[in-house]
């Protein structure tokens, strides 16, 4: 059937032009159908290569179906249509129409079957999702959205490289298995890894998501980095540097998440938290980590989407993020609170909520396999992120003083998208088993024993008291005002610093060296004016050239002359 | 809520309430370590009430040192507003402020 053919990204490129040219209803009605159409399409698609052609001496391979592609293609195409009803209300065509390329970007790159179809998506998802940033139109988003199409750039670049060295050394560009050896697969890593937001290449997310717009953002947690952690769990499965990674991004954003005043930021550096978990489950590589990284992902498109869309909402309706802004919201705001209460709860992994099923995958994997430390530093994440976004996003937001705030619940379109992502949160943690059907393996794995489920209400309910500890104690950090120093710092100040300073160096010695010569010159100049001058003959006040050439045809005239004579 | 312009957590009987059930919460959930047998993996998990210490002793600590994280760490909040706008060439501030001072007083920022 030729309908097998049709890439998901089509649909969502055909939803772009029908944005660009329609208005009002009509194009509502037609922008939810494009991921509602594509989605019940890609479900009736078989696994396998559906598009294959030569380029030059390569076999590419655009559109590529198997477990884990289908996994992430059902959950771009569930983020794509909460995210579009969270955006019905907005009248800006630049937004509708770059939101559907970006998904589309998104969906081309996880069903992609060679490194040369990945690089040309890895690209349109920078160049797509910018507008979604700069669409705020504030001179912040747009500094920050150039920073972020840099870093993009520079990833896919590092993509392309790696891909050509990939072709030299194999002959071929498929995208499966690369691993670390050799130049390639290190290139290809790095290029994976800044998109993932690895430790010190994590800073464009954290500093443009939250300058996006309200439903841009929601949009933007969605797609880049679930792209990335796929790619990671297509390429290097196993690869052991990929566990301390993964820990070591689980753990240190929630310091800066603890003191961190934009509230969207706030959530940004538990973005990263989270990714960490998907990156060492991809590390241990095992069929119940692989499971537990996938499984993750997919869950955290929907409960991350939710606080977004709850923190959006709060902006959207009081115009204000920072947590020293906000507070007792739950007045007026009453539904928002409930559905960002169970985006907090499905993050923060308790029973019964969908982080709870897939998380406790990879930390069970990780138990197995032996590598303790990596199990303590996720546990101890685990009551972090519960701190941070499950306690502090709601509990400043909606509770804390009341910040004398008048807002009321936002656009129906924004409630109904939140209130299907948390039906889901809550569909996934009661019933495990539909998620699990639709993972790359059969494990057997169930999340609701006493053991699990008692181990973590523990955790949870203790990190909780100590919140509420330290409150009652008024030891627990305020709100501030303030800009918090992260590795951004490098690029956004220190190096301007030092290149200013090289450069108004540089130009200092440049002037002092071309003055010294000038001088210099000019004083010989005089020297030898005042030499000729002193010889005060007839021709000397010429310079030496001048009387030769004057000589010089002195001498050929006489020449000419006796050449008569004779 | 009885009176209409009193919410729940106005009155701090309710917020004693709140916090009064979670202590209690918590103390079942200790308790429930000697009834629920646990088949444990890790040696640490046989410690008494492991899981509880670790939340809460962890969690203490995550936020003492994101504290002592903010004494070398924290910047006025326009810190690299400062200089990123005075890079932008005058024209493109200007036409961004432009756009931004015609959408001031605006409620909704996104459309």
């Keep these: 059937m030729w309908m097998i053919e049709i890439p998901p990204f089509i649909p969502f490129l055909i939803g772009a032009l029908i944005a660009a040219f329609t208005r009002g209803v009509l194009r509502n009605i037609l922008m939810i159908a494009v991921p509602i159409i594509s989605g019940l399409h890609l479900w009736m698609v078989p696994e396998g290569i559906h598009l294959q052609f030569a380029f030059l001496d390569y076999q590419l391979s655009p559109y590529r179906v198997d477990k884990l592609s289908l996994m992430f293609g059902y959950v771009f195409h569930i983020a794509a249509f909460i995210a579009i009803i969270y955006s019905l209300h907005v009248k800006d065509t630049l937004q509708q129409v770059s939101a559907m390329l970006y998904a589309g970007s998104g969906l081309g790159a996880v069903f992609a079957g060679d490194l040369l179809t990945l690089f040309v998506f890895w690209e349109l998802l920078a160049f797509t999702s910018v507008f979604l940033i700069w669409a705020r139109r504030t001179p912040q988003s747009y500094v920050a959205g150039m920073r972020y199409l840099i870093i993009q750039v520079l990833s896919g670049v590092i993509l392309l490289v790696g891909a050509l060295f990939y072709a030299a050394e194999n002959g071929t560009l498929d995208f499966s298995y690369i691993g670390l050896d050799g130049i390639a697969g290190w290139l290809i890593f790095i290029a994976f890894g800044i998109k993932c937001a690895f430790p010190v290449a994590h800073n464009w997310l954290t500093d443009a998501y939250p300058e996006a717009t309200v439903t841009g953002t929601v949009f933007l947690s969605a797609f880049t980095t679930k792209v990335a952690v796929y790619a990671l769990a297509r390429s290097y499965p196993g690869t052991e540097l990929l566990i301390y990674i993964g820990a070591a991004m689980t753990c240190f954003p929630i310091f800066f998440a603890v003191i961190e005043n934009d509230l969207r930021r706030v959530l940004a550096y538990s973005l990263i938290n989270q990714v960490g978990f998907m990156v060492v489950g991809i590390g241990i590589g095992t069929a119940l980590a692989i499971n537990g990284a996938v499984s993750h992902a997919f869950n955290d498109v929907i409960f991350k989407g939710l606080l977004f869309m709850s923190m959006g909402a709060v902006l959207h309706m009081t115009g204000k993020i920072n947590g020293s802004d906000l507070g007792g919201l739950y007045k007026t705001m009453p539904k928002t609170t409930i559905l960002c209460i169970v985006g907090a709860a499905s993050i923060s992994a308790f029973p019964l909520f969908s982080g709870f099923v897939s998380k406790s995958m990879v930390m069970s994997a990780a138990l197995e396999e032996g590598y303790d430390w990596i199990w303590l530093m996720l546990l101890f994440a685990s009551a972090g992120v519960f701190h941070h976004a499950g306690i502090k996003i709601p509990y400043f937001a909606f509770f804390a003083h009341d910040s004398g705030l008048k807002a009321s619940d936002p656009p129906k379109n924004m409630l109904f998208a939140m209130t299907i992502s948390a039906g889901l949160c809550i569909a996934i943690g009661i019933y495990p088993s539909a998620l699990y059907a639709l993972l790359p393996y059969d494990t057997g794995y169930n999340p609701y024993d006493a053991t699990h489920v008692l181990a973590q209400t523990q955790l949870l309910f203790f990190s909780a008291l100590a919140f509420v500890w330290l409150n009652l104690k008024g030891m627990y950090p305020p709100e501030l005002h303030s800009t918090n120093l992260d590795c951004d710092w490098v690029y956004r100040r220190a190096m301007p610093l030092v290149f200013q300073n090289m450069f108004s160096a540089i130009w200092k010695i440049d002037r002092m060296v071309r003055d010294t010569i000038k001088e210099k010159l000019g004083h010989s100049f005089t020297y030898l004016a005042s030499k000729n001058n002193r010889l005060s003959s007839l021709l000397s006040r010429n310079h030496p050239s001048g009387s030769m050439a004057m000589w010089v045809a002195v001498m050929l005239a006489i020449y000419l002359l006796l050449s008569f004579v004779k | ?111």
């Design chain 2, 1 to 111: 809520m009885k009176d209409e312009k009193k919410y729940l957590f106005d009155d701090p009987k309710n917020i004693q309430r709140v916090l009064y059930i979670f202590y209690t919460c918590c103390a079942l959930l200790v308790i429930l370590d000697f009834v629920i047998h646990r088949h444990v993996i890790h040696s640490w998990e046989k410690l008494w009430a492991f899981y509880p210490l670790y939340g809460f002793v962890g969690c203490v600590i995550l936020v003492f040192v994101a504290t002592w994280m903010r004494s070398f760490l924290m910047r006025d909040e326009d810190y690299y507003e400062k200089v990123d706008m005075n890079n932008l060439d005058e024209k493109n501030q200007q036409k961004l402020t432009k756009k931004i001072t015609s959408k001031t007083g605006e409620h909704h920022v996104d459309d």
